[in-house]
């Protein structure tokens, strides 16, 4: 195991991964902007470096400060988090040319998923279903009509290097197609520098499930589930849950079996996620995440799973210390994502919380790293915590995560908590049968009535 590993991140996920270090053993060093000095992170990490100024660019992404600070510490092992340098696979060749180990998946396997005509190709070789389209890359709008004729619209047009909800275009009939493409063409070059593009049928109402899955050095993959985050707005989830409230224990055993056969061919090592379109009964393959994700505790309430200890024990060279037949899942967990923002008009809200109270109770965790008289700096992404709750069904688990957000108090910025509390008093997210254009055909919906 190793002696001490280096936290290359902030905020919630920064104290989450402390905290696994310290139950087993490990010390940690955490590394920060200025901005950051007064975290609760560097606070209680055994160890701080400051790697440079608030933009991210000058500190989280300073790959040059992260490993100098990782020599001048003596760790062993870098844990990227998610976001800043996680899916980055030119700083896990570097983490390991200077000798560290990387707390994450292979170069190689990160470049893969990167490029998201390389993945739907991975995952169609590997066995997962995939949505009807192209066969990879389209070379000019001539073609891609002629293909999107034979599938039938409407299609989607997808940038090769997008990913979360960027560069896409659908397009519902054939005389808006050449136009369309051009676009998508032009947008993708300006924006990843890439202008590859392909196509699939698109699929009107989906919900978005994700399929949990684990790797280890020795051959082993396994799957922990799914998690429904359908409840989306502008590609940014905002409520996630596990399991799913459609997914029967059948459909689970047959998509997870398929993607922890996949992850054992592939030889994928630590924690993925493999996102899914499901429509009408059916799994599509989407996208794979190769890092831990900000929704992984709903999977850790229903396993029992220390999610990121268990990264840390792969990336050691350890065997999964769960194997798949005694992985159990308990009752029903819910996550919400407190951002701080206007829960009306999402526009970000940095300040100082004058007063804050973690809920608590039964079946609650709170995975936050703010306190009283924190101040949220400007310059880092809005969400301030989880709320997480765990109940033996999911109406236990709605009525206790009703009680837990009114339970919660943070003053001084605003918060999506009262859009958090709106959420779990619709019928339609009662039933559980909501897709991913739920919330924001809803909160259109809202603002109507606002106006009037
Ligand atoms: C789709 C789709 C419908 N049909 N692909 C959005 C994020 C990116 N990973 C892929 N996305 C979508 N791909 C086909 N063939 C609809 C979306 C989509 C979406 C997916 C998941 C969660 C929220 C979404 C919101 C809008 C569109």
Not at 431 to 449: D, F, N, P, Q, S
Request: proline share 4%; with cysteine; glycine share 10%.
């Amino acid at each position: 195991m190793f002696k001490k590993v280096l936290i290359a991140n902030r905020g919630e996920i920064a104290l989450r991964i402390h905290r696994a270090c310290k139950e087993m053993g490990v010390q940690t060093v955490v590394v920060h902007s200025t901005a950051d000095a007064n975290s609760m992170a560097v606070r209680l990490a055994d160890e701080s470096v400051c790697i440079g100024p608030p933009p991210a660019r000058d500190s989280y992404l300073n790959i040059h400060a992260i490993l100098s600070a990782a020599a001048l510490t003596g760790a062993d092992a870098i844990h990227p988090g998610y976001g800043f340098l996680s899916e980055n696979s030119a700083f896990v060749r570097m983490v390991e040319e200077h000798g560290f180990t990387f707390i994450g998946p292979k170069a190689e396997h990160i470049d893969i998923m990167g490029d998201k005509v390389q993945a739907k190709k991975t995952a169609i070789e590997l066995g997962l279903p995939v949505v009807p389209g192209s066969d990879g890359a389209v070379e000019n709008a001539e073609v891609g009509l002629k293909i999107a004729k034979e599938m039938g619209f409407p299609v989607i047009i997808k940038a090769a290097s997008g990913g979360g909800g960027r560069g896409m275009k659908v397009v519902r009939s054939a005389d808006e197609f050449k136009e369309q493409f051009g676009t998508a063409r032009s947008e993708a070059k300006a924006n990843f520098g890439d202008d590859t593009v392909y196509i699939e049928k698109f699929l009107e109402k989906p919900k978005h499930i994700e399929i949990q899955v684990f790797g280890d050095k020795h051959g082993n993959a396994i799957h922990l589930g799914e998690r429904d985050c359908s409840v989306q707005r502008r590609h940014q989830k905002v409520v996630e849950e596990a399991p799913s409230p459609v997914i029967t224990d059948e459909l689970r055993d047959k998509i997870g079996g398929l993607a922890a056969d996949a992850m054992r061919k592939m030889g994928y090592v630590g924690a993925g996620t493999i996102e899914f379109l499901y429509e009408n009964g059916e799994f599509y393959f989407m996208e794979m995440n190769t890092r831990i994700q900000v929704e992984h505790p709903v999977t850790e309430m229903i396993t029992g799973i220390d999610l990121v200890a268990e990264q840390i024990r792969v990336a050691a060279g350890e065997e999964l210390t769960v194997q798949k037949d005694k992985i159990r899942l308990r009752g029903h967990a819910i996550e919400v994502r407190i951002n701080a923002e206007d829960p009306q008009t999402f526009i970000p809200c940095p300040g100082e919380i004058k007063q804050f109270h973690a809920a608590g109770g039964l079946g609650v965790r709170f995975d936050s790293a703010v306190y009283n008289g924190y101040r949220i700096p400007p310059n880092y992404d809005s969400m301030i915590g989880k709320l997480i709750v765990h109940g033996r069904n999911r109406e236990e688990c709605l009525r206790r995560l009703r009680r837990a957000i009114m339970e919660t108090v943070v003053d001084g910025v605003k918060t999506t908590l009262p859009l958090h509390h709106w959420i779990t008093e619709q019928p339609e997210f009662i039933k559980g049968e909501y897709t991913i254009h739920w919330l924001e055909k809803e909160l259109a919906k809202e603002a109507l009535k606002d106006a009037a």
